[in-house]
């Protein structure tokens, strides 16, 4: 089945120890897109791909980059996260045009940071 | 700004049908949607609305009003298993989803 993957689902680090997060997609979507979800809150979007065009929220800190090495696979990197760092990572992957372009989400990884 | 508004969290009893409301500000307008999000799960597509009027799915319906920048999720004969955050998202004139907090309903026996 066609679907978009997370891994890991739980991630656990230490302050300031980097971390790496991986998203890939079966559905050969142009779009990649990764948010940061707190509890009770609403999705922030971090960052987003069309195709290897790569867009930067104006809000989301330097603490966080993003890598998409090919049309499958995008990377979050945390470089020093902080206590306020922890929270649901969402990545999602929709077909870029005009119209209907629903986002397809992957089940998220849960970071918890000591 | 932009902004999405709906409930916090809202409660109803098994087998009875409920209405979550969202009203929208945003720069340009493309499309409504509704996801819904169980506890620590990504969030999943229930309906999208760009036309004024009732989209019906099942026992899950949504309704758009452009002019009033609102629109409702009416979910009928409820089952536990719809406890869940109800987002609603609007796609705005650059295709980005702006995102409401999602309203938590909580249904009970």
């Known amino acids: 089945d066609a679907m978009v993957i997370q891994n890991p689902r739980y991630q656990v680090t230490q302050f300031g120890k980097p971390v790496t997060l991986s998203c890939s997609q079966t559905l050969n979507h142009n779009v990649m897109y990764w948010y940061q979800q707190k509890s009770s809150q609403a999705p922030k979007l971090l960052f987003h791909?069309?195709?290897?065009?790569?867009?930067n929220e104006a809000d989301t800190p330097d603490n966080f980059q993003s890598r998409r090495p090919n049309t499958s696979f995008c990377f979050l990197d945390i470089r020093s996260p902080g206590l306020g760092d922890a929270a649901m990572y969402l990545c999602?992957?929709?077909?870029?045009?005009?119209?209907?372009?629903?986002?397809?989400f992957g089940p998220g990884t849960r970071l918890t940071v000591l | 700004g932009q902004n999405i508004d709906q409930p916090t969290e809202m409660t109803a009893t098994e087998g009875a049908i409920v209405q979550i409301n969202c009203t929208y500000q945003t720069s340009g307008f493309n499309g409504l949607f509704w996801y819904q999000q169980h506890a620590g799960e990504a969030p999943t597509f229930l309906s999208y609305?760009?036309l004024d009027g009732l989209e019906e799915k099942g026992r899950f319906s949504s309704f758009l009003s452009r002019s009033k920048g609102y629109s409702y999720l009416l979910l009928k004969e409820l089952q536990m298993k719809d406890s869940a955050s109800y987002l609603c998202a609007v796609m705005d004139s650059n295709y980005q989803l702006i995102w409401g907090a999602g309203t938590k309903l909580i249904i009970k026996p």
């Open positions: 999602a992957t929709s077909s870029y045009g005009e119209g209907y372009n629903e986002q397809f």
């Open positions: 609305n760009v």
């Open positions: 791909y069309y195709d290897k065009d790569f867009n």
